[in-house]
């Protein structure tokens, strides 16, 4: 056991250090309510799937040959408000390292307003002491950051992009649901609608209206799966689907994004 422990750790290695230099666009904080950015934090943006509840991070993957990938503390980061904009909308820490797997270029549309608020909410934050090592990674956590499928996405961002003036409001069913398929990583993940391979035996579900997808879903089973996790026949979602953060949603979001997977064009998988 110890020689293969050792051997691990002679087979893993730190992430390497890209840095990019990004000036983030002045945000006006000023009426920015905290509490409103605590929900989208937890509930829509699910900043809670990696970071942990209390946000004092957690590791991510632990285990050879992967190696180990470490969410940062956040409550212990000695940020500024241009610093936290940084990381959460250009995936740029404020040392100018790129951050690997942080979705930015999701959060990269979040509107002036939802910026602020969960902005604001960061700032209320209180340190947790919680000692976390460094990440580390293994063969394959190294070819998985080279090939990009953990991607710095600062690299495929408009830096250059204005921040959105407002996001769509619940009364505009489709372009909410559009909006918030966007910011809360259903696009992402789902590969704007059929789903791809999430790692080996993994792949993640065909939202779209094909017979490999929703077709025969109603709004409620769809609620039921977004929610609880629960398909129509009684099964379970993999548990790497988030839906325990999307449980607090809003009947008139989960409703956004229901019309947003009847738009998408019915596809089978790939």
Known sequence: MSLLLLLAFACSRPIPLQTMAVEPAPLDLSGADPTRGEHLA???????????????????????????????????????????IRAIRHGVAADGRTLVLMPSDDYAVLSARDLADVVAWLETLEPVAHELPESRLGPI????????DWPRTAERIDHAAPV???????????????????????????????????????????????????????????????????????????????????????????????????????????
């Open 42 to 84: 937890r509930a829509v943006l699910a900043c809670t799937e990696c970071h942990g509840d209390d946000l004092a991070g957690t590791e991510m993957t632990s285990g050879f040959p992967v190696g180990r990938l470490v969410a940062p503390n956040l409550t212990t980061l000695d940020y500024q408000s241009a610093d936290w």
């Open 141 to 148: 956590g190294q070819m998985l950051v080279k090939k990009g």
């Open 164 to 270: 959105p003036g407002t996001a769509p409001a619940s009364e505009a069913t489709l372009a909410r649901g559009s909006y918030l398929a966007t910011v809360s990583g259903c696009s992402g993940c789902h590969a704007g609608g059929p789903g791809k391979s999430m790692g080996p035996g993994v792949r993640s579900a065909n939202l779209t209206p094909h017979e490999d997808g929703l077709a025969g879903w109603d709004r409620d089973d769809f609620a039921a799966a977004l929610q609880q996790g629960r398909r129509p026949d009684g099964s379970t979602l993999d548990p790497m689907m988030p839906w325990r953060h999307y449980a607090a949603l809003p009947p008139a979001d989960v409703d956004a994004l229901w019309a947003w997977t009847q738009s998408l064009p019915a596809q089978p998988d790939p």
